[in-house]
């Protein structure tokens, strides 16, 4: 069952990534007390524009910045849209 969602141009579709519950050596972290996630896997991408092509695509895992893009919700889903500058780097 896929998304009926299509960026314009050079936006893309970004399923964040959960935000860890579990530091390295074992302390639980509380619910206010974790970061918002800056790790996300893409999942629809625009088309781009005639300057710029798209140079990210579908299923790539990408940081972006802490309050880059706008939230929205989808099927019961947590999503962001933004631009593809916003995004920092493919991992």
Known sequence: MGLNI??????VLIEPVEAETKTASGIIIPD?????PQKGKIVA???G???NPMTVK??????YGKYAGTELKLQGKDYLIMRESDILAIV
């Open 49 to 51: 524009t005639k300057k």
């Open 58 to 63: 579908v299923g790539e895992t990408v940081l």
């Open 32 to 36: 206010n007390a974790k970061e918002k």
């Open 45 to 47: 991408v625009g088309a």
């Open 6 to 11: 299509k960026p314009l141009a050079d936006r």
